[in-house]
Every structure is written in structure tokens, then in C-alpha cells.
């Protein structure tokens, strides 16, 4: 079993960016994808981010991609996701998730961590 700890949020104002950072312990992350999701404020979970821990391979949602950056930091079993250019609407707790398939949807992974607060201010 694979224990996951997030790291990273914070208070940004608009256009700013922050790092989030997925530890894991208990094993590594061969074998599995890792994906970050959020959850904003009246809406349901959702992806944002995912890789391939194999291949690094990245996948994004659209409201991501140009903005966002997930990477892999293999000596640290961690994986990353570089925010840029943050907005108010991304603003949410954002969630890394591990499991045996790059899937957009919450239910294929049954690792999570317990989440970190990201706040924009306009």
C-alpha cells in the first residue's frame, strides 16, 4: 500500500504560481499513474493533471495545459505539479491520487492523499 502526502498550497494572488509536491511512502510509485485532482467549492472532484510513472508521459485537462506542469522527481519518489499563471477559479484543495491506471476519473484510484489548500486572490 502506497501513503500519500501533498505539500505545496497556499495563498497566491492572481498570476502567481506555486508547486505542489506528492510524497510517497510505503512503496514507490512503480506500477502506478499519479494524478493531481481539486476540489473547488460547490463542484465535484476533478482531474487536472495525471502521469505515467514509468514514462513520465503527461496528460492535462484543458483548463491546465500551458498553465500546468506535472514531472517526476524519481530520487524522492515525488511527483510535482508547477502552477503558472494562477487564476481565481483554480483556486480549490488539490489532491494526488495513485493508481494502476491514467484515468480522469476519481473512482480509478484508490490512493489519496489528504489534500492542500490553494487560494488566489483577485
Known amino acids: 500500500q502506497v501513503r500519500l502526502v501533498e505539500s505545496g498550497g497556499g495563498l497566491v494572488q492572481a498570476g502567481g504560481s506555486l508547486r505542489l509536491s506528492c510524497a510517497a511512502s510505503?512503496?514507490?510509485?512503480?506500477?502506478?499513474?499519479v494524478a493531481w485532482f481539486r476540489h473547488g467549492p460547490g463542484k465535484e472532484r476533478a482531474f487536472v493533471a495525471g502521469?505515467?510513472?514509468?514514462?513520465?508521459?503527461?496528460s492535462y485537462t484543458d483548463s491546465a495545459k500551458g498553465r500546468f506542469t506535472i514531472s517526476r522527481e524519481r530520487a524522492k519518489n515525488t511527483v510535482h505539479l508547477q502552477m503558472n499563471s494562477l487564476k481565481p477559479e483554480d483556486a480549490a484543495v488539490y489532491f494526488c491520487?495513485?493508481?494502476?491506471?491514467?484515468?480522469?476519473?476519481?473512482?480509478?484510484?484508490?490512493?489519496w492523499g489528504q489534500g492542500t489548500q490553494v487560494t488566489v486572490s483577485s
Open positions: 491520487a495513485a493508481g494502476p491506471t491514467l484515468a480522469t476519473d476519481p473512482n480509478q484510484y484508490p490512493y
Open positions: 510505503g512503496r514507490t510509485f512503480s506500477g502506478y499513474a
Open positions: 502521469t505515467r510513472w514509468s514514462s513520465g508521459n503527461p
